[in-house]
């Protein structure tokens, strides 16, 4: 069971839903958020469902435009902007003090758990992250002046109004995913894609649409996390899929992210590519819910 709670982000109210522990004010609260276009009846609400029974609070909320959270651009991935959702989720949470211990962990999938990989380094106070198949690029590439361009990118994280910034690239609107890239292209390719998204974003009232439109603003900085794991402090739990058959993830990348990670940490991965953990209720599933419980556990 659940009740809806929402908070405000850059001008716009942004919903979720509340899982509540049995023993709230002594349990921590895992912030959850999806990756591409996917809402919160998508699969992460059956994660928060497990998670509230194992005895953790949950806060699954839908990013600015997509599903029941309100924003200036629909169906429109910033990475910018969502980065800054999460962390003003965190601020949210963090004034609902009588419904948990304090303690807060992120949670995020696909780009969400690449994400949370970039929030983790600028919010203050965290118990952990948990990132869950990250999307962490293509190419590994060292920074420079480490220090100063970690300090840009808050600057510009901090300063917000992503939607003024000019556009380094834009891609869509174009559907999230097709069976026939030929006479309908997507965004995301592999037919493994199609499957889940058109399963999971058929359900009943699931507030998914088949479209989107993808913006990487034009900064002085790449956002990555290659530039922000090394300035993280709070644990971190990276699983990824084996054979993660999404194109533009790669495992020595993701691998890369992990070992620029000086925090405490914890690696793993699990079998069923990219999408086989995140159907409900099947074997894979109940891994990957068991191995980051105990993480939690051993953290809080």
Known sequence: MFVEKEFTSEEATLRGR?????????????????????????????????FQAKGFNVFLFDHAGFGRSEGRDRQTINPWLQAKGIADAVAFVKTQDSDHNGKII????????????????????LAGIISFTAACGLKVFKFENLEQDFQNFKAIFDKGHFD??????????????????????SLLTPIQ?????????????S??????????????????????????????????GKDDEMPLISRDVQLEVYSRIESEKEFYEIDGGHFGAIYPQSALFHEAIAKQSSFINSIT
């Open 193 to 205: 894609a199609f499957k889940w998204f058109i399963d999971q974003g058929g359900k009943f009232n």
């Open 164 to 185: 003024q910034l000019e556009d380094f690239s834009r891609e869509g609107p174009i559907a999230v995913v097709s069976h026939d890239q030929k006479t309908n292209p």
């Open 207 to 240: 507030g998914w649409e088949n479209i989107v439109t993808r913006v990487i603003p034009r900064t002085e900085v790449p956002f990555t996390p290659l530039l922000t794991a090394p300035f993280i402090n709070a644990p971190v739990f990276m699983m990824i």
């Open 18 to 50: 509340w899982y509540t522990a049995q023993n709230k004010s002594k349990a921590p609260c895992i912030i959850m958020c999806h990756g591409t276009s996917a809402t919160i009846t998508m699969g992460l609400s059956d994660y928060a469902s497990e």
């Open 106 to 125: 992120l949670w995020g999938d696909s780009f969400a758990g690449m994400l949370v990989l970039t929030v983790g380094a600028l919010v203050k106070g």
